[in-house]
């Protein structure tokens, strides 16, 4: 069960909320871990066919929260600007709820790609092209994928 939001009149309609996960340039992870601490991390990640897709190293606190519990929530700020005149700031969020999972074969090769052409040009990378860096970091990479079952747009 998912809170509601208490301020209906800043909530964003879903297209909108979806835009800003498929543009933004980072967002944060956030977990729990066996100690009941939360743990957030800003990352890299990609939005794909309505989930969402990040890389980590084969080993780490990210994957060992997953592991011990894979509820997790996913934030991404799409703007934010501040208004000193006012005392307040415009922004628009997402923050989205769902459950990790770590992927593989196939969907790790596709995840891979589809987060190297958010963040880069095929034709300008090292190695001359994406399939350098998938085949050299296949085996030192993880893809999790988020399940998204609430996803949550506020602006003002």
């Known amino acids: 069960m998912f809170r509601q939001m208490r301020r209906k009149d800043k909530l964003m ?10 543009e933004g340039e980072y967002g944060i992870l956030a977990t729990v871990g066996e100690d009941g601490y939360p ?3 800003p990352l890299n990640y990609v939005y794909r066919d ?14 060992d929260n997953i592991r011990f519990n894979p ?14 005149e006012e005392l307040t700031t ?45 085949n050299k970091y296949w085996d030192r990479t993880r ?7 609430n996803i949550s747009g506020k602006g003002k």
């Not at 509820?71 to 700020?77: A, E, I, P």
């Not at 596709?110 to 990378?125: E, F, H, I």
């Not at 893809?143 to 079952?149: A, L």
Request: aromatic fraction near 12%.
């Open 143 to 149: 893809i999790v994928r988020i399940y998204i079952e």
């Open 39 to 41: 743990y957030a991390v």
């Open 71 to 84: 509820k997790v929530s996913f934030c991404v700020v799409g703007e934010a600007k501040v208004d000193p």
């Open 13 to 22: 309609p879903l297209e909108e909320s979806v835009k800003i996960l498929k």
């Open 90 to 134: 415009d922004y628009k969020s997402v923050i989205v709820f769902g459950k990790a999972c770590e992927v593989e074969g196939e969907e790790k090769k596709q995840a891979l790609y589809s987060l190297a052409g958010k963040y880069s040009d095929n034709t300008r990378v090292k190695g001359g092209s994406f399939d350098y860096y998938v």
């Open 50 to 63: 309505n989930h969402i897709y990040f890389h980590c190293a084969v080993e780490g606190h990210k994957l």
